[in-house]
């Protein structure tokens, strides 16, 4: 029997930033932006928080309903999988990110701006993009501040 693996990842957290919409092709648009989720834990008897950042990317007309509706600091609830891109920085070097491709993104602030019950998914597979023109893009994002909303 063929080992059987499940890429799904459910997320409730803050946009920490304006969500960008890009071209990669004459048919096909993404929007990307990265999503703040709280984290705590006790360590010696102290409670810890934390940020960890998640970038999020929404394709088609899921990334335009995003980038039109969703603005830094709005509440969302994403699903999606886990995809890897490997791309080249100005210097030569090979990198690889990790983010969350957006299959159903329900916005939390206010239910209602995009109709119905807020929720979106994306109808059609997202393509496969070709070559991630990022160069010069970090490994992580780092707010401009402790807390981005």
Known sequence: MPNRSINRNTFIGNLGDTPELTRVSE??????????????????????????????????KLGEICEQYLDRGSQV????????????DEHGQTRKDLSVRAQEVQFLDSPGD?????????SDPAPEPTSQASGGQDDTFEPDDDLPF
Do not use: H
């Open 114 to 122: 995009a109709g119905g019950d807020g929720a979106m998914r994306q």
């Open 27 to 60: 048919n096909s648009v993404v929007c990307n932006f990265p999503l703040a989720l709280d984290d705590s834990y006790e360590k010696n008897g102290e409670t810890v928080e934390q940020t960890v950042w998640v970038e999020i990317e929404a394709w088609g």
């Open 77 to 88: 609830y994403i699903e999606g999988k886990l995809v890897s891109s490997t791309w080249e």
